[in-house]
DNA sequence: AGTTTTCCTACCCGGTGGGTAGGATATCCC
DNA sequence: GGGATATCCTACCCACCGGGTAGGAAAACT
């Protein structure tokens, strides 16, 4: 297993969301009954996706989580993020600030270009590549539409995605 | 991280033997000097890669490992599959013995199709084909002359290698 | 006021990743 | 044969973290 339960039950709290009115809050207490999960540990989770801002809450009687924007306009790259951390395969490739994936052990004495270098930043970036390309929309089945093959037309409902530096970016994912 | 040391260190030692001639075995110990990992843990590794016949061993004296088949014949999904045992992105998500991605909790009373499988399959498929796609020949510099686009024909030296099918996602994952 | 809910901090517990220890067995070289 | 050099195997260890609980404070509703 290579993602946690944090992404597991994260993203379906997410699908859950994404059913419902985006105007008429669900309280988490709901969706941890309704997909058998323990409340306690929702609490974390859905705490992680407010600070990143993916959905919102609202507090007090009838209070609840809502999604911050249209379904269509959030990628699962983000959800996993926001849940997991930065997506490494191993622990030595991360991506800089610009999205380029290099090794934290590059440049060391005597440390010619590692061999693994390759392997693990091509996994690396079909993962992000695969998580960007799906939005929430893609999950459930009231607003997938054209989802089989997800197309790169991005602009959802007028509502434009901030560029968040994520995804699309790994075009060629490393030259060496 | 996604992948523990175990595939890291794995793959590690995998490049490392393709480097040398085959039929000239290298003491774990050397590795472990070269590569500066602890002897007596790439044993316990080198035993997984050695029961899935990835390398043969010559005990003894001047013994040591050396691959079972060229390198261009060892996929990479092979050796993290025998490192790390089966890939799967979540708990629920198997791939069963005809290679079909299935969740383990299909089935269950009134347990409509997981909104999220959709997700976790296609990164699964992604993560596999991937690592189908690069041979150990791709990782060492030596060898590679065609790698870019790996190419199809994968009968090298004779032996057939298990189809690994993916799940029928075709997709450009890498075009570099 | 009282209820419902988010929010936050602290704590817990089992599993396992990562590694050590020690010895048994096989093979080469002299 | 006798070392020396290796693989092989089983058992053990420990820190860390995933997964989860507990308890309460602050909002917002009725
Ligand atoms: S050490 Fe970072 S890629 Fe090999
Ligand atoms: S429960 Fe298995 S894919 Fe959702």
Redesign the interface.
């Known amino acids: ?3 946690s ?1 944090k ?2 039950y994260g ?2 709290v997410m ?1 859950h969301l994404a059913k419902r009115d985006p105007d008429a809050p669900v309280s988490l207490g709901s969706i941890a009954e309704a997909e058998g999960l323990p409340l306690a540990y929702l609490e974390h989770l859905v705490q992680r996706l407010r600070r990143e801002g993916l959905v919102e809450s609202r507090r007090g009687a009838r209070g609840g989580y809502s999604l911050s924007r249209p379904p269509e306009a959030i990628s ?1 790259a983000e959800v996993v993020r926001a849940l997991e951390g930065d ?6 490739i991360t991506a800089d600030a610009d999205g380029q994936l290099v090794c934290a052990r590059d440049g060391e004495p005597g440390h010619e270009p590692c ?2 270098k ?3 930043t ?2 690396q ?3 992000v ?3 960007s390309e ?1 939005t929430l929309a ?4 009231e607003h997938r539409q054209g989802s089989a093959e997800p197309t790169r037309s991005r602009e959802a409902g007028g509502r434009t995605i901030p560029t968040e530096r994520g995804p699309g970016r790994p075009a ?4 060496t």
């Open positions: 297993m290579m993602f339960t992404a597991e993203v379906r699908a699962m997506i490494a395969p191993i622990e030595c061999a693994t390759l392997l693990w091509r996994v970036g079909s993962i590549r695969t998580l799906m893609d999950l459930i089945p060629e994912v490393t030259k």
